[in-house]
């Protein structure tokens, strides 16, 4: 077989010469500009520049590297050789001190020269940026078999808007190899984001080697096996598969001069006083009780933090001055987050140094904490940043705050004229769902779409352009619990980080989700290429009921509307020569629609399926008496009687009303007396998400005054569904949900009023 294909390749090549020569003026076409992020200024110019075995490369002394990167990028990818500068026709690199942001650079692309103009090598390295997305994607792969190739003649003048242009990775609830970080911190920088968030330590291990504390790499680098499945599953199962690994000071030192190369400075961040079991597995000594404690095999926040014994901060300054060492950057994270004070409570130690330090409470002792770590860090010539929780209890004096509970954080922190970094869960986080659809692999939670990302602007409301100053950037977070391999990091964090790197970089006047979307599907190829696993739900069928003039119809669409979506109304799985959808689909009676993309013959989405049950009370009036929460209604309250049942696994679809621990009446208005058989509709039962299906549920009919006082059994299913039977004429339906009450002990949420969810309200 392998000698089969090796003559094929043999006789291709002779082809393919034969082609060559034949063929001499050949010229593969430009392509058509579509850069990402957008570039501030671009305007398309005539002609064209052909890059060939006589084009030469040339550059002013600061701009070697990059120069040099380029060469290899256009050498390695095609079969050009590019000449010095004594060829005819070149691309040049020149240094241009009126460009003042250092990041900003100016492309010029005419018939007889490429000219790569910036004040530094950085704007040189994002010029370089630009002109490889005016190269065919083949290049990324050294696939482009050609030698020459032709690109659009352009000027550019670009800069970025936000300096810090950041994507974090957790290797610590899951480890990556080298490669892997290398790979990530190459595609971080095609997309001109300038900063990797090392997430290093965790309490389920900890990833850097630290040369006098060996236990770290001997004990905390390992946990003895794994969570299975997603947290809410219970009773927890674990693998029995010891996992872990660490980075020695060698491999962290290739990678930091790997992402110097590209223009990317890394951060890496050693938590304290949280997320620290790991630690204190290897050194229990630095803990609260000095108890032995193993290395976490499950997710969450944890008690055992470190006590704010005197060798506790020695540890950890010992820890720092091999970290500092390593790593160039101005910027150490130091956590600061999910620190429950548990221990810090009931700790002789802790409590004298409150006592001592004339601290109100353990809030202001993790301040002391952070500000004295920040004293020490500040001495070495660096600056923290810690997670907005160090806000609590006072900001130690020069921190700069990552804000990741909302914006909230970014504000007060702005306020106070500290800088700040947003990576807001609701828009930042990459561990979220990124679409609706079932079979989703699984993820912590969340619905962060890649429209939700791009919408994001860094800047908050609340900040005036003063303190809008204080706005360093934004940053997209990927937290590994859900994320075991390299594949599935790259599924979660692409395209998504794509859309953050235009959020960063571009300016608002270049923005825009449509013409976006296009340019991403031309970037897909150069992933595509790259071998990168990302998440394409560019094609996935989306569908929308609306009711006009008591008719139902079903709109379907794609995030691109490139391709034409098919389907069919019987059940059966569309093909080739299905209807193509043009228009909305008119519902008439009861049935399933599937409908997918198409390329040709070949499905390139999955298939979208509902079922529409065209009941009594489809588009009719309806009333809530409580609203429910606004996070979840994005359907509105018509949601529930639309025809379409919510999803069966996730409550925050469009199709779900949640309400947050109140009791609720929903009135249907029927429009006209009608004869109800029977009621019936679903209600979520989620209890590690704080949901519970109701403790009762009244249905009366005002005009009868009949009322059917119904209580739920109860149910372990994650789902409980409800129908009752009647025999009534009625126009009016009042329904009371009365709420589980409180949550059992031994719970999650135990103490507290739960939520209420519920699905399509089915009348027959
Ligand atoms: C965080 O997500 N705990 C910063
Ligand atoms: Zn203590």
């Not at 050009?80 to 100016?106: P, Q």
């Not at 000071?249 to 949280?274: C, F």
């Not at 907005?388 to 922190?413: C, F, H, Q, Y």
Request: aromatic fraction near 10%; include cysteine.
């Amino acid at each position: 077989m392998k000698l089969f294909r090796q003559t094929t390749q043999i006789i291709l090549c002779t082809t393919i010469i034969f082609l060559h020569t034949s063929c001499f003026n050949k010229k593969t076409e430009a392509i058509k500009p579509a850069i990402l992020p957008a570039p501030l200024s671009q305007t398309i110019q005539k002609g064209e520049f052909s890059i060939d075995n006589a084009t030469g490369i040339s550059s002013d002394k600061e701009f070697t590297q990059v120069a040099d990167f380029l060469k290899a990028f256009i050498e390695e990818g095609s079969e050009i050789k590019l000449k010095d500068t004594s060829a005819s026709k070149i691309i040049r690199f020149e240094k241009d001190t009126s460009i003042k942001n250092k990041e900003g650079y100016s492309l010029k692309v005419s018939p007889t020269k490429i000219t790569i103009s910036a004040s530094s090598s950085k704007g040189a390295f994002y010029g370089v940026q630009s002109l490889r997305q005016l190269l065919p994607a083949s290049f990324e792969n050294n696939t482009f078999k050609e030698n020459s190739v032709q690109v659009q003649a352009l000027e550019i003048s670009d800069k970025p808007q936000f300096r810090y242009r950041g994507m974090h990775l957790d290797v610590g609830r899951h480890f990556f190899s080298v490669d892997f970080i290398k790979k990530y911190i190459d595609l971080m920088s095609m997309l001109k984001m300038n900063t990797f968030h090392w997430h290093l330590t965790e309490d389920q291990g900890w990833r850097i080697e630290i040369k006098k504390y060996p236990k770290l790499n001997e004990i905390s680098a390992y946990r003895k096996e794994t969570l299975i499945g997603k947290y809410s599953d219970q009773p927890h199962q674990f693998d029995g598969k010891r996992y872990g690994g660490f980075y020695t000071q060698e491999e962290v030192k290739e990678i930091v001069k790997y992402a110097s190369d590209r223009q990317v400075t890394v951060i890496p961040e050693i938590e304290m006083p949280g997320h620290s079991v790991a630690a204190l597995s290897a050194y229990p000594e630095l803990g609260c009780t000095e108890k032995p404690i193993d290395v976490a095999t499950k997710w969450g926040v944890f008690d055992d933090i470190y006590c704010t014994k005197e060798t506790t901060f020695k540890f950890l300054e010992d820890v720092l001055d091999e970290v500092m060492a390593l790593f160039p950057g101005k910027y150490i994270h130091i956590g600061g987050d999910e620190a429950p004070k548990t221990r810090w409570k009931t700790c002789k130690n802790c409590q004298r140094v409150i006592k001592r330090e004339g601290l109100k409470d353990e809030h202001e002792l993790q301040s002391y904490f952070i500000e004295r770590m920040e004293k020490y860090i500040n001495s070495k010539g660096k600056q923290i940043i810690g997670w907005d929780e160090i806000l609590e209890g006072g900001l130690a004096p020069n921190a700069t705050v990552m804000s990741w509970r909302g914006i909230k954080g970014a504000v007060t922190a702005a306020k106070e004229h500290h800088d700040v970094i947003l990576t807001p869960g609701s828009h930042c986080y990459f561990d979220h769902y990124q679409s609706t659809r079932e079979d989703e692999p699984i993820a912590i939670g969340g619905f962060t779409s890649l429209e939700k990302v791009y919408s994001f602007n860094p800047i908050p409301e609340e900040l005036t352009k003063e303190e809008a100053k204080y706005v360093l950037g934004a940053q997209g977070n990927v937290w590994t619990e859900y994320m075991k391999t390299e594949d599935k990091v790259e599924y979660m964090a692409f395209p998504r980080i794509v859309a953050l790197s235009e959020v960063v970089w571009s300016h608002e006047k270049n923005k825009g989700f449509d013409n976006f979307k296009n340019r991403l599907e031309h970037y897909l190829k150069r992933l595509d290429a790259r071998d990168v696993n990302y998440a394409n739900h560019l094609y996935e069928v989306k569908g929308k009921t609306t009711f006009t003039n008591g008719k139902t119809q079903v709109t379907l669409k794609a995030d691109s509307n490139k391709k034409p979506i098919k389907y069919t109304t019987d059940g059966s799985t569309p093909t080739a020569t299905s209807t193509t959808y043009s228009a909305p689909i008119s519902v008439d009676k009861s049935c399933v629609i599937k409908a997918a993309t198409f390329d040709g013959n070949n499905i390139v989405s999955s298939v979208f399926e509902k079922e529409i049950t065209l009941h009594k009370a489809v588009g009719k009036k309806i009333n809530l008496d409580v609203a429910p929460s606004k996070k979840y209604s994005k359907g509105g309250n018509a949601a529930i009687i639309n025809g379409i049942a919510g999803s069966n696994t996730r409550f925050s679809d469009q199709e779900w009303l949640g309400f947050e621990g109140a009791d609720f009446e929903i009135t249907l208005n029927l429009e006209k007396p009608t004869e109800i058989n029977s009621i019936a509709t679903r209600f979520n039962n989620q209890n590690s998400n704080w949901i519970y299906a109701p403790s009762q549920v009244i249905i009366s009919f005002p005009e009868t005054k009949e009322i059917l006082p119904i209580g739920l059994e109860r149910s372990d299913e994650t789902i409980v569904n409800f129908k009752v039977s009647t025999k009534v004429k009625a126009q009016i339906i009042k329904i009371k949900v009365i709420n589980f009450g409180i949550i059992p002990k031994g719970n999650t949420g135990a103490g507290n009023k739960p939520w209420t969810f519920i699905d399509e309200i089915i009348v027959e």
